[in-house]
């Protein structure tokens, strides 16, 4: 039986989905058994359900905190006691920064401290991978009726999260003649995990043997796909493919991790948080979240399946750089790519250039 076991990653995968319907999950950590939902899906239903079964603690993240005017109890995170005359309302209103300038005074703060805050971190990291706001519920149900769910033992998420699965598998490639070159193929990788599958186009025939001409592009429906001009994605984007084409051969991957690795839905909220007059960065941290959440590594694996050690790297990012070398990937040369400045980005990639690093 244990050869059809979900592993690790498996696990993590399931919990990510079950948090993103609104359901909730069970982390085991030694005696003690932490029932967890998503602060952003889960249903009043199931919240009243949880409450019934405890006293209900919320955890959010420092950059959280921080936008609250509060301090993470954690380091890296916040618990707090849910008020027992307080509902769903005030929980999602904690979590979400939207109303944060409109309802200032939130509150009130009961910190949790001491104890362990494990099952909390892991919370929270499950809801990053979900893509929904990082901020999570938990009730101690140790001792009571799961309601159906199955406990996961808490250190083997752990692992799994810190060590997240880079190891890809090539589903298909195809010809197909793109605008800049008719030769050129697209092959579709999929992550151990099956989650968002990534893919790389490749132009001519590089040379295995040499540094590839390279571009490692995070997904931007916005800009990419509708031509948005808060962004230079979409340029870059176009830039680079006629780059390689000029070039003769090279790789352009396009990682399905938009919004720096926060997904669209929250994307949008970070551009809703910049209407009120923040930044790039000051929105992530408000909603939560790094300033940067992506994972670079699956470019680099990708770029070894299909044969390659080294690259001449297409990017204003050093981190797109360091991220590379400390995955295995020879970095040649770093090419600049400046493009797509316009009126309304202007202040978007002075932010990138002063606290993201971005050469500019």
Not at 168 to 197: K, M, Q, W, Y
Not at 259 to 288: S, W
Request: charged share 20%; with cysteine; aromatic share 4%.
């Amino acid at each position: 039986m244990m050869s059809i076991a979900l592993t690790p990653f498996e696990q993590v995968a399931r919990m990510r989905s079950d948090l993103r319907m609104g359901a909730a999950v069970v982390l085991c950590a030694g005696d003690k058994q932490w029932m967890a939902a998503a602060s952003e899906t889960i249903t009043p239903e199931r919240f009243d359900a949880m409450r019934a079964m405890g006293a209900l603690e919320l955890t959010i993240t420092d950059w959280r905190a921080k936008t609250l005017s509060t301090w993470a109890t954690d380091g890296d995170i916040a618990r707090f006691s849910v008020p027992s005359d307080k509902g769903l309302p005030w929980v999602q209103s904690m979590s979400d920064p939207s109303d944060d300038l409109s309802n200032p005074l939130k509150g009130p703060f009961s910190p949790i401290m001491g104890g362990s805050a494990d099952a909390h971190r892991v919370a929270l990291a499950i809801c990053k991978l979900a893509h929904l706001l990082p901020s999570a519920i938990l009730v101690d149900v140790s001792g009571q009726d799961l309601c159906g769910l199955d406990a996961v033992e808490l250190d083997v998420i752990q692992q799994a999260i810190a060590d997240p699965a880079t190891q890809l598998t090539e589903i298909s490639v195809a010809n197909v003649p793109l605008r800049v070159s008719h030769a050129s193929r697209v092959h579709v990788f999929r992550p151990l995990d099956g989650g968002e599958e990534h893919y790389a186009i490749e132009i001519g025939n590089p040379d295995r043997s040499k540094p590839v001409l390279s571009r490692l592009h995070s997904a931007c429906f916005t800009g990419d796909l509708i031509g948005s001009l808060k962004c230079d994605c979409g340029p870059q984007l176009n830039a680079a493919l006629e780059n390689i084409a000029a070039d003769g051969a090279g790789v352009l991957l396009y990682m399905n991790q938009e919004g720096r690795g926060i997904g669209l839905a929250n994307k949008m909220r970070a551009y809703a948080l910049q209407d009120q007059g923040f930044d790039t960065v000051e929105a992530n941290h408000r909603l939560g979240f790094e300033d940067d959440e992506r994972n670079f590594k699956l470019g680099a694996e990708i770029l070894r399946l299909m044969g390659f050690s080294s690259v001449r790297l297409m990017t204003n990012n050093p981190a797109k750089t360091a991220s590379m070398e400390a995955a295995g990937i020879s970095v040649a040369e770093r090419v600049t790519l400046k493009v797509g400045e316009n009126a309304h980005n202007h202040e978007y990639l002075k932010t990138k250039a002063k606290k993201s690093g971005h050469i500019l």
